[in-house]
DNA sequence: ACACATTTATGACAGTTGTAGTACTACAAC
DNA sequence: GTTGTAGTACTACAACTGTCATAAATGTGT
């Protein structure tokens, strides 16, 4: 497959609210992130700064130079980042039972009907595929 | 619900691993503990006992005396940890969509076919449940 | 008693993460 | 041109994690 669960290997917290940012728009400045963070929790605007180039040094967002500041993209995909921690869950905890896993995700989230209709249909096609 | 989550705020892979060690046996001395991680990895037995003294520092294992020798067992669940996990999976990375997280799940783990149908009767349970 | 093995306790160190203060730079307005 | 202002760069630091080496304690065998 590819080496990504070595590149984002551990994400902190805040690295991920970051990159959560950041997959919701096209690209962002130091002080769109950080608006966007201030809104949940206190932060000076260099940490975000300050986190935002470590990043970069990690691969996991880009910048272009607009004017005197910068503005961030994402370079891994959620879908990347989430395969890692699914990873993680899925093999470390549950013994690489995707049904417990899923099973527990049922169960400890109170899941709305729609997304039970949802799901079901995911399976079945899933199903079809592997036929 | 409860605050299962400040507790293992941050777990490390290593310490994931020998929680696993420790959920797949009701107790185990440190000297089982590295045999089992000794498998997959080369570790010094005093990396394994630091890392599950200071492990039961923060409530994640504990111990009794057994002669000389401390027997470990894990104080968390599987399923508590799994919680977190899973949690931080499904709202920073899918944004709160579990039907996306399973989907991406399913994309990318390559299922057989009765984990398709143990999921399937899994979520018409749900829906029972629900009803 | 003495050497050897087993096991816990401490101390150390490097790397990462969150956090932010300080410093430097460049533009904007007068 | 001096003064804000806004932005990046650098430095620092405490907490945590993985990693052990070394020390100290407590057996075991002969």
């Keep these: ?3 990504s ?3 984002h290997h551990r994400l902190g917290d805040l690295q991920l609210r ?3 940012v950041l997959w919701s728009v ?3 400045s130091v002080a769109d992130v950080h608006g966007r963070l201030q809104s949940t929790q206190p932060l000076a605007y260099t940490t975000v700064a300050t986190l935002l ?3 970069e040094a ?3 967002v880009a910048h272009r130079e607009q004017g005197r500041s910068f503005v961030y993209r994402a370079t891994v995909e959620a879908s990347e980042v989430g395969a890692s921690l ?3 869950m899925v093999e470390q905890v549950f013994e690489g039972s995707l049904t417990d896993a899923v099973s527990h995700l049922l169960r ?3 899941v709305r009907r729609e997304e039970l209709d949802a799901l079901e249909k995911l399976i079945r096609e899933a199903k079809r595929r592997t036929r």
């Design 53 to 55: 180039r470590r990043m």
């Design 18 to 20: 970051i990159l959560k």
């Design 1 to 3: 497959m590819n080496d």
């Design 108 to 110: 400890t989230r109170d």
């Design 58 to 60: 990690r691969g996991l």
């Design 86 to 88: 699914g990873h993680r």
């Design 26 to 28: 096209p690209e962002a």
């Design 5 to 7: 669960s070595s590149t």
